[in-house]
């Protein structure tokens, strides 16, 4: 089997387009390469590990050979010039020199003084950021470049209206593209805990020593082995089953189940969404899954011609007697709680009217939050929602994006450019490096 690579190391730390908690203690204790001048390293050397720097982060989940076909020398760049100069003149007289027979270009032509540089090396990766999962990462649409184009190859964004499922696609200046708000919801949101089962841990250390097992890892195993075998009851055998002696009775025989059915299936889907919602030891998940083990054979048992309603409600009345989810201290602990709060609330009740006006306001506040993020255990998010805790360093969006967070869509405006003293590609690394790589690539086109 081959092992699963791991994209978020610490030992030795790589830079990704991700909103991992590891991701974010690698930026923060991310160092200057060191690579330029000063090096001990060659030139090839310094080229190579530049390369496979700036590759980690700039779309890593892209392969070599693409990324190869997509780099251009051409870098893009505007130049700073002043609007009382550009009012004045048309900007003709920068090209003087290259094909009107000057040597050298007008001294009227204002320069850079002030010592800042057009960082065009920044620029190295710069068609990768047209690339449709990288604009919708860019956007904070998704946690991750991966996750982002993951939502293209499944549907969920569309370009200019139509659905694009090629994370590939190159944006164009004016194309609008828009992804599901759910899935953007689920990708910045809070994770909703207890969706997966947790694994097991190994029993055996390496070496070949064995490890004592504790409680939490015996309930572990447990646990899991209960919602592998309850799932698949309900792949293969949910169905009604038959009996095949009893399949020539007369159909004067045969009796109205669907009351009994519904019974019985009504009781299965509270159980199932007590297991779900409740927080149960693992004694009580259990029981409940037990309850839904024997539950089923009465449903194919209902289905039966010469099945009996009273026999059936009989066996089913004394299962529920035998389900005991909490236990009778607790019960008894949770009755006097509610009638103590039921009391309380009797002595304290206010109408509407006695409220001030500024309560008034507050429970109008309150209400409206609710309708508007209301709490959904169906969503596989947290709700209410809230954003992730490591949203906010990489809360950064590019000049090139105009983005719409209430209906999740972004407009690429135009491709991204190189200014004095500012370059748009986002990138954690210094120029040099830039240089570098770009150098790299130069002799290999």
Known sequence: MVKPRRLHGLKRPKIRQSWNKYNLYNISEARAPGLGNGAKDTYFQQKWKAKGLLRAYHGEHVVERKWARMFSRRLLGVSSTSPEYLAQNDGSEMARGKGFGLATRPRDVPQNKNGAETPYMQMTFAPMERRLDIAVFRAMFASSARQAAQFCIHGGVKVNGKVMPFPSYQLNPGDMFQVDPERV?????????????????????????????????????????????????????????????????????????????????????????????????????????????????????SSRASANPAEILEQLSEMVAGLKVEDSSAAEAADSATDQQQQQQKKQQLSVDDLSPEEKNRLRDLIA??????????????????PRPYMAPFAYIPQYLEVNQNICSAVYLR????????????????????QLAFNWYLQRK
Request: no cysteine.
């Open 185 to 301: 919801m689920f990708a910045t949101g809070l994770p909703k805990h207890g969706t997966k089962p947790r694994r097991p841990r190994d029993q055996h250390r390496r070496g070949g020593k064995a490890a004592k097992a504790t409680g939490e890892e015996e309930a572990a195993t447990e646990e899991a082995k209960a919602e592998e075998e309850a799932n698949e009851e309900e792949t293969s055998g949910s169905a009604a089953e038959q009996d095949p002696d009893t399949t020539d009775l007369p159909e004067a025989e045969k009796q109205d189940m669907a009351p009994t059915k519904q019974e019985i299936q009504g009781l299965i889907k509270q159980a199932k969404e007590v297991l779900s919602e409740q927080k149960l030891t693992v004694a009580q998940k259990r029981r409940v899954r037990d309850f839904i083990k024997q539950s089923k054979p009465l449903l194919g048992k």
């Open 369 to 386: 939050q609710e309708q508007e993020n209301p709490h959904d255990p169906s969503k596989p998010y947290l709700t209410p929602w809230k």
């Open 415 to 434: 491709h991204p450019v190189a200014r004095k003293g500012l370059a748009e590609v986002p990138t954690p690394y210094d120029q040099q490096t830039n």
